[in-house]
C-alpha cells in the first residue's frame, strides 16, 4: 500500500528534493544586482512592475546621475532609495544593463560579478 510503499513519482520527487540544489549565477548577491546583470530577471523585473507615468526632464537627469554612479561605485555604492528609483524606471534600469555589460574594466566589471573583459 501507499502508505507504506510510496509510488515511483513521489520516491522520485522526494529523492530530487534531497539533492543539493545547483549553484544559481548570483546566488548570494541582492536583488538590485540580478536585475541589473540578468537578462532574465530584468524582463521579469519589469514585467511585474506596476507601470508608470512619464518622466519628467528632473526625473530623467537624477536617473542618468545615477546609472553614471552605478557604473562608478557598483551597485555597493548606491543607497537603497538609490536602487530603488533605478528598478523603478524601466529606461534607467535598460540603460544600466546595456552599459554594465560593455564594461572594459576587469575591476568595474568585478564589482558587477561579470567576468573581466
Do not use: M, Y
Not at 522520485?12 to 540580478?34: H, V
Not at 530577471?41 to 537624477?62: D, F, G, I, W
Amino acid at each position: 500500500p501507499e502508505e507504506t510503499d510510496a509510488p515511483p513519482p513521489l520516491r522520485a520527487l522526494e529523492k530530487n528534493l534531497a539533492l543539493q540544489a545547483p549553484r544559481l549565477p548570483f546566488s548570494g548577491r541582492k536583488g538590485f544586482l540580478r536585475a541589473v546583470v540578468d537578462p532574465l530577471v530584468r524582463r521579469l523585473h519589469l514585467a511585474l512592475a506596476a507601470r508608470r507615468k512619464r518622466t519628467t526632464p528632473t526625473q530623467e537627469a537624477l536617473i542618468c546621475g545615477l546609472v553614471e554612479k552605478a557604473l562608478a561605485l557598483g551597485p555597493e555604492g548606491l543607497t537603497t532609495a538609490e536602487k530603488t528609483t533605478l528598478l523603478r524606471s524601466p529606461e534607467g534600469l535598460a540603460k544600466l544593463h546595456r552599459q554594465v555589460w560593455r564594461l572594459d574594466d576587469g575591476e568595474a566589471a568585478a564589482r558587477w560579478s561579470l567576468p573581466p573583459p
